[in-house]
């Protein structure tokens, strides 16, 4: 017994140093190790007004400078911050938790279940096994049909994209595309929304057959004193650096008559101090509130539990085709979220929208 001891002693011993040599290196980054052989994926991030949010006053012709600098960049891929068709599907299998979410970011795909008698996976089955034998000159027939599918599974923006690669004369009803379908395409392409004012247009001028939804609202839950949660984050919300923000936003979208102008906010919601006012007037402010029940706290987890489920997706996006070039139209909350997230990842380059957004 003695010397099994001893011996247990002497090898603990030994292993002494290399814990210590252990416990003084420098942690592990995985962005500090990046590929070295072959091309990397680039990523560029614009941070984008709610288009939704602005006042009606503005024309979204004036978009179109923005668009042909986005164009210009030659995304191999345009993502959006839009909830997948199949995830709303799966939030609906779930009311009690999902209710209000799903009122709030899921389209109903119902007619366009009617018109083409596809659920949702149905729906997406076959928009993959159409786009798997995709033509390089797909006939008009073909993309009215591509767009009912992508209708039918709940992914509107790619519907849009095959509507927008149409000449004008072959927008209409056919080929599987009823004709309210095709009516609602139309609305569509007027709706106020960065996912088809910006993301939908550049990636049909880019040639690209759809855009991809990376939005993840799964982390939302129901349930709780919202009125209180409402309460303590709208007085959180209520600090000087916010109430700058708000009227550095009032004074950027009140000079938006010209291609120029837009060009001028963007600049702005995406230059390099704008993430820390962002975490100051919001987030930062959200996490030090001091309610009882930490709701700030619940709100943050929220916040990052979405911005790292939205990364997750962007990068598994750019696991089919390593070395891609892809482009995310998104919320300008999101962009340093998502940017600092994916530049930890191995073969990951973020691309600065500097160069885009340059004044002319």
Same mark, same amino acid.
């Given at each position: ?26 942690? @592990?980054?995985?962005?500090?190790? =990046? ?5 990397? #994926? ?13 006042? =009606?006053?503005?024309? %979204?012709? =004036? ?26 599907? @799966?939030?609906?299998? +779930? ?9 709030? +970011? ?8 009617a018109a083409t008698g596809l659920d949702v996976p149905e729906a997406n089955a076959q928009a993959e096994h159409l786009l798997a034998a995709w033509p390089a000159a797909p006939s008009p027939g073909e993309?009215? =049909?591509? *767009?009912?599918?992508? %209708? ?17 004369? &072959? ?9 309210? !379908? ?6 569509? *392409? ?11 247009? $550049? ?7 759809? $855009? ?13 004193? &919202? ?13 000087? $650096? #916010? ?26 919601? #995406? ?7 962002? @975490? ?8 030090? &509130?001091?309610?009882?029940?930490? @709701? ?10 979405? #911005?790292?489920?939205?990364a997750s997706n962007i990068r598994d996006l750019m696991t089919a085709r390593p070395g891609m070039r892809v482009l995310v139209v998104v919320g300008a909350s999101h962009k340093a979220y998502l940017e ?16 885009? !957004?340059?004044?002319?």
């Amino acid at each position: 017994m003695r010397r099994l001891l001893t011996s247990i002693f002497i090898t603990a011993m030994c292993q002494l140093p290399a814990l210590a040599d252990e416990s003084s290196a420098p942690p @592990f980054v995985p962005g500090a190790h =990046k590929l070295q052989n072959g091309r990397p #994926n680039e990523l560029m991030v614009l941070g984008s007004s709610h288009l939704s949010q602005m006042s =009606k006053s503005f024309d %979204l012709a =004036k978009l179109s400078l923005l668009n042909e600098r986005l164009t210009a960049w030659q995304p191999q891929a345009v993502a959006i911050e839009s909830s997948s068709g199949l995830q709303c599907a @799966f939030m609906r299998t +779930y009311p009690e938790r999902y209710a209000d979410t799903i009122k709030t +970011y899921c389209w109903d795909p119902a007619v366009a279940k009617a018109a083409t008698g596809l659920d949702v996976p149905e729906a997406n089955a076959q928009a993959e096994h159409l786009l798997a034998a995709w033509p390089a000159a797909p006939s008009p027939g073909e993309r009215r =049909k591509l *767009a009912s599918l992508f %209708l039918a599974a709940g992914e509107r923006a790619s519907a849009l994209v095959q509507w927008l690669r149409l000449p004008a004369e &072959e927008r209409r009803a056919g080929d599987g595309l009823s004709d309210g !379908l095709a009516s609602l395409l139309n609305g569509v *392409a007027q709706r106020r929304d960065e996912s088809y004012q910006i993301a939908a247009v $550049v990636a049909a001028r880019s040639g690209l057959e759809r $855009v991809y939804p990376i939005d993840d609202q799964s982390a939302a839950a129901a349930g709780g004193d &919202e009125k209180a949660y409402g309460a303590a984050i709208m007085k959180a919300w209520d600090n000087p $650096v #916010n109430a700058a923000r708000t009227r550095q936003s009032r004074e950027l979208e009140s000079h938006l008559d010209t291609p120029a102008g837009v060009l001028t906010m963007y600049r702005a919601y #995406n230059a390099a101090d704008a993430a820390e006012q962002t @975490f100051r007037a919001d987030f930062g402010a959200a996490l030090e &509130e001091p309610s009882p029940q930490r @709701f700030g706290r619940g709100y943050v987890g929220y916040w990052e539990t979405r #911005n790292l489920r939205m990364a997750s997706n962007i990068r598994d996006l750019m696991t089919a085709r390593p070395g891609m070039r892809v482009l995310v139209v998104v919320g300008a909350s999101h962009k340093a979220y998502l940017e600092a997230y994916l530049d930890q990842m191995h073969d990951v380059r973020i691309v600065a929208t500097d160069r885009v !957004l340059r004044a002319e």
